[in-house]
Structure formats: structure tokens, C-alpha cells
């Protein structure tokens, strides 16, 4: 069984190589991160049985969010053994060409 930050690690990971998300967000009303000795994993919150991920959408849209919150849910369901999936939105972020 993986440590609570290799789970947040693999999650951000998994979040970040989706389509559509622009980086990981730091949570709206609380910080969003899983600590651990000298270390912070920014945008994903590991709990007993869930993982949290906070996620910025890369603006224009290639999907709808709902679409992109189920494609990150899934992604990142497959890394955190078994353990529910919940995905915030925090942002959208205008790509820069």
C-alpha cells in the first residue's frame, strides 16, 4: 500500500496528463495539498478512502467541464487504489499561444 504522498504524487500526475487541465488548482476556501516531511503536494488532498484533486480547465474549452471532470476522475482513479475520486474545479485559465 502506497504512502499518502506517492497516492498524491501519482494523482497529480494522472490530473496533469489529461486533456484539458492547465495545472492543478490550491482549493478556493482552504489550502488543497497533502503534506508530508518536507514535502507538499499542491492541488490533491488524500483522506482515508478519497482523493482530492483541485484542477484549473485550460480555456477555450476542448470539452465540457463535465466531460473533463469524468476524463480527470477516471484518470486518476486508476493511481489511488480503489479510493473515490472527487474532482473541484477551482479556475479556467486562458492558454497562452
Not at 473533463?68 to 497562452?96: F, Q
Amino acid at each position: 500500500m502506497a504512502g499518502e504522498l506517492d497516492l498524491a504524487r501519482a494523482a497529480s500526475r494522472a490530473a496533469l496528463a489529461t486533456e484539458g487541465v492547465s495545472r492543478l488548482g490550491s482549493g478556493i476556501y482552504a489550502e488543497a495539498a497533502t503534506y508530508g516531511a518536507g514535502e507538499k503536494v499542491e492541488g490533491v488532498v488524500v483522506r482515508p478512502g478519497e482523493v482530492e484533486v483541485h484542477i484549473v480547465a485550460a480555456y477555450p474549452l476542448t470539452r465540457t467541464i463535465p466531460e473533463l471532470v469524468a476524463a480527470v476522475r477516471e484518470r486518476v482513479a486508476s493511481e489511488v487504489e480503489g479510493r473515490r475520486v472527487v474532482v473541484a474545479v477551482d479556475d479556467l485559465e486562458v492558454a497562452v499561444e
